[in-house]
């Protein structure tokens, strides 16, 4: 319903409407016209009952009578419409072009995989588990991670039903985010703050691969599955409520540093459709001087010769590499230190993933996954 809201809205006609019943309509229409297995009588009922609690009889009855008269009408959804605002979308195409911007939005209309990350079991123990249990699996892009590969017209259970979940065997992960932790590249041993860590996945990984993690979030509606996440998974990770801002450690006491920076998600939008309605011409800037000031609190805590690693899911360069440039343009002590190889599958050019800069790009109908971006700094002294 949300990568067809702007569809469905057009048909609607909202202006009109209580803004309590806006998604109670859309969700009425569009299993009238997009959802072949459900009946029109039940798409209308279930519609007004939402509306009765949600907004009394009398909205109820116009619920009724707006959808009963859509479903009488003939005509269908067309697919054709615009999916993600105007703005953004010619914003696309100033950066991107019309090629791939027009892939980018397939790209996001489309449903996205569903990719596992190894966690107390390792990948052949994964696939061996889900094969026996009749879901069949390939390697995610880049060798990063089992992508559920359902047959058409097939469902698979939802990740909690799935074989090893319950026992932490894997968590679910793009390919995009565990190609950040392995682009890190933290040593063995070495203490890391992941600092904006729920839900937990990067902390998971990172403890994995050898690091000594301590993970925090700011945000406490996102601690419990911080804590579960990592609970579930079995790993040693220190757990810590604190805003990066206020950070409860000493300056340059810390030898890393990972900043998955809160952002706009703009290479999430397959996985997160609502997202591209939340946005407005300026949510881009206003993100991104947040993010300015994320990175500099986190510089201040890198002791010299550690690494600090900025992250987010955006394919904005405001949130990306002007925010690194910027950075390091106000911190002459720090400077650009990519890994020297980036662990790939198979036939993958060893640079595909690495801007002109050294930093990690992925734009998602290119690559195959989510977007992502990190740059890797190391301070000298």
Known sequence: MLRRRAELDHTLALAHADPRLHDILRLGLYQLRCLARVPHHAAVSTSVELARETAGEAAARYVNQALRKLAAARDQVSGAGATHPEWLVRRWRAQFGDLNTDRLVAWNDAKPPLTLQPARWDQRTIRDRLRAAGIEVTEAPFGAGLRLNPAPRTRYPAPA??????????????????????????????????????????????????????????????????????????????????????????????????????????????????????????????????????????????????????????????????????????????????????PLGAGVVEGELFTDEGDLFAFPPRHGIDGVYAARLVRSR
């Open 161 to 342: 039903g799935l074989p090893g979940f319950t026992e932490g065997g894997f968590l679910v992960q793009d390919a995009a985010q565990a190609l950040v932790v392995r682009y890190a590249a933290i040593p063995t041993g070495v203490w890391v703050y992941d600092a904006c860590a729920a839900p937990g996945g990067k902390a998971v990984a990172l403890a994995r691969a050898g690091a000594r993690v301590v993970a925090g979030d700011a945000r406490l509606g996102r601690l419990p599955r911080l804590i579960e996440t990592t609970r579930r998974c079995g790993v040693a990770v220190h757990l810590l409520a604190a805003d990066l801002l206020s950070a409860p450690f000493a300056p340059g006491s810390l030898q890393a540093v990972l900043v998955d920076a809160p952002c706009t998600a703009t290479g999430t939008m397959a996985r997160h459709p609502d997202a591209r309605w939340r946005l407005r011409p300026g949510t881009i800037a206003r993100a991104a001087e947040r993010q300015r000031r994320l990175l500099a609190a986190a510089a201040a805590l890198v002791a010299p010769g550690g690494v600090l690693v900025y992250a987010t899911c955006s394919l904005e360069p405001e949130e990306n590499a002007l925010v690194v440039t910027d950075m390091l343009r106000r911190n002459a002590e720090f400077r650009r230190a990519p890994p020297p190889s980036l």
